[in-house]
């Protein structure tokens, strides 16, 4: 069973910088594309990054410029550093990968179980 697990969340200070990673176990033969989602208290979760498995990438704009996702493929990992980080950054961050578990089979949607970052002083 394909499972990913997350790690690098934290306590930061405005201005600072934190890394995520995120690394995908179990049977599978590919993962396309994979991304960063976040949630902060009382919203929904929404889209941070993605990066496609050729390393195309798209960030959303209140991200950009900030925020660098980066994958290795021969790993099955993915990672997200945050630089220049602001209070309205701190949320629960989920990792997200879209999964080949078999060849004959299309890819499936799979969730991290979620780390928090905290930016305060």
């Known amino acids: 069973q394909v499972q990913l697990v997350e790690s690098g969340g934290g306590l930061v200070q405005p201005g600072g910088c934190l890394r995520l990673?995120?690394?995908?176990?179990?049977?599978?033969?590919?993962?396309?594309?994979m991304g960063w989602y976040r949630q902060a208290p009382g919203n929904q979760r929404g889209l941070v990054t993605t990066i496609s498995r050729g390393g195309s990438k798209k960030y959303a704009d209140s991200v950009k410029g900030r925020f660098t996702i980066s994958r290795d493929n021969a790993k099955n990992t993915e990672y997200l550093q945050m630089n220049s980080l602001k209070p309205e950054d701190t949320a629960v961050y989920y990792c997200?990968?879209?999964?080949?578990?078999?060849?004959?089979?299309?890819?499936?949607?799979?969730w991290g179980q979620g780390t928090q970052v905290f930016v305060s002083s």
């Open positions: 997200n990968a879209k999964v080949v578990v078999a060849a004959w089979e299309s890819e499936r949607a799979y």
């Open positions: 990673s995120c690394a995908a176990s179990g049977g599978l033969v590919r993962i396309n594309a």
